[in-house]
């Protein structure tokens, strides 16, 4: 395709002139009936708000069971530091205090309302879809041009798509929140790009829900990194500096830094330097892994390509800026190593709004509209929504998790354990968070120990002893090593939950021939850990799990 021919929309465009044979095509056609209204209704706008709605009507399926499972531990956390526990102390994870901060909301609105914490979240998280998803179109009402109907009918319903359907089973991981606080901002910044005079108070409310989601994670520093780079490149430094948008960003970055360093300095003497020793050895993935696997492969070749039509082809401020965001989603999920689904998921989202970004530009500035006749571009926008609903079924199971649920491991072990329950609290020793976040949520139990996994353990043994010892003694032992060791065996003897739970499935290396890593063997060469462990009994075998109940 040649793009010489389409104007560049940073200049002053305008389509008030068409050639002759459209305008006669059009005057002759004036006369004649349009099949778009019957009975005197504009059926291409009932299409398109009908794609719309069910964007929007999509959300009530997030309500159901399950959330996800990543998320759970957030909630799980959050609540309990709500409830007077020490983060990083009580609760050692190794999400930024943010992270728990933003959950901490949910979970104070289902003390007050006495819902749970998942369905508040999803409410919230939903509110600020709409809230994001408005503002966005009121940003892109103030800068697109006039003639730029397929723009203007196509991107916000693809806007609301990747924010309520695409995401599926990671509706409230981080990487959706980020993208739901941040897009807003994008958009502004391609206007700021463009020299389009953006209210002030908008400019600053953009940048502060942005900067939340941006400081969540160090990785998402590169969104805002990338976006102003550009704007500094198109409007000079005089403009860029007096700009309160990127201002806004910072303050909440600075602010959440210096929350962390005053408030939560465990963070930092304690998480990071266990983050860095162990966590990374955790489903480590190397760099050519990463790039071809099932989550980056697309957005690695396609992103690029799309950069191309983006800088030298449609040439919109617009579409530049959402490249940029692309980018910096890649970068995310290449810096965080794992190659997970969810820190894929903004690198995703982008590619395909870019795509459609390029494809509307290109019909805006090619196909002839008479002047006030968006029906064509409604039933472009419609149709090609159509298409990506019918691709995004085949790629995955809408709502698999939550139909499949009652079949789950989630509620199987509910159904198990709820009828031993002594009290609320459990141990579960197991190198994964699910099925047992979100199965905590649901329950209402506690975990007697710190530690939502044994994640650390799979990191001190993601290689095997030089020794040939399945299990490093006590005085081998590394200070963090020690420290789980230490405070599982107190925490257990001293809570005494009334069920413990262990994964036969450790996910460490077998280093012996049949000898398999036990997290039960393990933790019983601790004298307290073995005298408490006396009071249990066996009370079945459930697909990998152990469950073991206290005597009464």
């Excluded at 006669?24 to 706008?45: K, V, Y």
């Excluded at 975990?447 to 399945?470: H, K, P």
Aim: aromatic residues 12%; neutral net charge.
């Amino acid at each position: 395709m040649a793009f010489a021919r389409i104007p560049d929309p940073i200049m002053n465009n305008s389509n008030d002139s068409a050639p002759d044979d459209l305008v006669r095509r059009d005057t002759a056609q004036q006369g004649h009936p349009s099949l778009d209204r019957i009975a005197g209704i504009d059926w291409s706008q009932v299409f398109h708000t009908l794609v719309l709605s069910v964007c929007a009507i999509w959300l009530a399926g997030y309500f159901l069971p399950p959330i996800n499972h990543d998320t759970a531990v957030l909630l799980y956390i959050a609540k309990l530091w709500l409830e007077g526990g020490q983060l990083y102390v009580d609760a050692i994870d190794i999400n930024t205090p943010l992270v728990f901060v933003l959950h901490l909301l949910p979970q104070a609105l289902a003390k007050l309302t006495g819902l749970d914490g998942p369905t508040m979240l999803v409410a919230l998280l939903g509110f600020g879809i709409l809230a994001s998803f408005q503002t966005c179109r009121t940003v892109l009402a103030a800068s697109l041009e006039p003639y730029r109907a397929f723009s203007a009918t196509l991107l916000p319903v693809l806007l609301l798509f990747l924010l309520i359907v695409f995401p599926n089973y990671m509706f409230t991981q981080r990487e959706h929140i980020m993208m739901v606080l941040g897009m807003p901002y994008l958009l502004v910044a391609s206007a700021r790009a463009g020299g389009i005079e953006m209210p002030r108070r908008l400019r600053i409310a953009t940048g502060l829900m942005a900067g939340l989601g941006f400081a969540m994670k160090p990785y998402f520093l590169a969104f805002p990194l990338l976006v102003e780079l550009y704007v500094l490149s198109r409007r000079g430094f005089r403009s860029t500096a007096t700009d309160a948008a990127p201002w806004s960003v910072l303050a909440v970055c600075v602010a959440h830094a210096l929350f962390a360093v005053l408030v939560t300095p465990e963070y930092f003497t304690q998480v990071l330097p266990m983050a860095q020793d162990f966590y990374s050895r955790v489903a480590d993935t190397d760099l050519f892994d990463l790039a071809t696997g099932t989550n980056l492969a697309a957005p690695t070749i396609i992103l690029p390509l799309l950069g191309i039509v983006a800088f030298w082809g449609v040439r919109s401020h617009l579409s530049r800026v959402i490249f940029l965001a692309g980018v910096a989603g890649l970068i995310s999920a290449y810096a965080q190593g794992k190659g997970w689904p969810y820190h894929a998921l903004p690198a995703r989202a982008f590619t395909l709004f870019l795509a459609g970004t390029a494809i509307a530009s290109v019909l805006d500035n090619t196909a002839w509209l008479r002047r006030g006749d968006r029906r064509p571009a409604r039933w472009f926008a419609s149709a090609l929504m159509l298409l990506v609903f019918y691709q995004h079924g085949l790629a995955r199971v809408p709502f698999a998790q939550q139909l499949a649920y009652a079949d789950s491991e989630v509620k199987k072990l509910a159904d198990i354990i709820t009828p031993q329950r002594l009290d609320n609290r459990i141990l579960i020793l197991s190198p994964g968070i699910y099925p047992h976040f979100p199965l905590l949520n649901y329950t209402g139990m506690k975990m007697t120990m710190r530690f939502e996994s044994m994640w650390l353990l799979q990191g001190v043994y993601a290689e095997c002893n030089d020794n040939g010892d399945i299990y490093n003694a006590p005085a081998r032992m590394s200070d963090n090593e020690a420290m789980v060791f230490r405070t599982v065996s107190e925490d257990f003897n001293k809570a005494r939950p009334s069920l413990l739970i262990v994964d036969k499935i450790a996910g460490i290396p077998e280093c012996v021939e049949e000898m398999p890593f036990s997290y039960l063997d393990y933790f019983n060469r601790n004298p307290l850990f073995a005298e408490r462990f006396l009071d249990y009994e066996p009370l079945l075998e459930y697909d990998r799990y152990e469950i073991y109940v206290r005597r009464r």
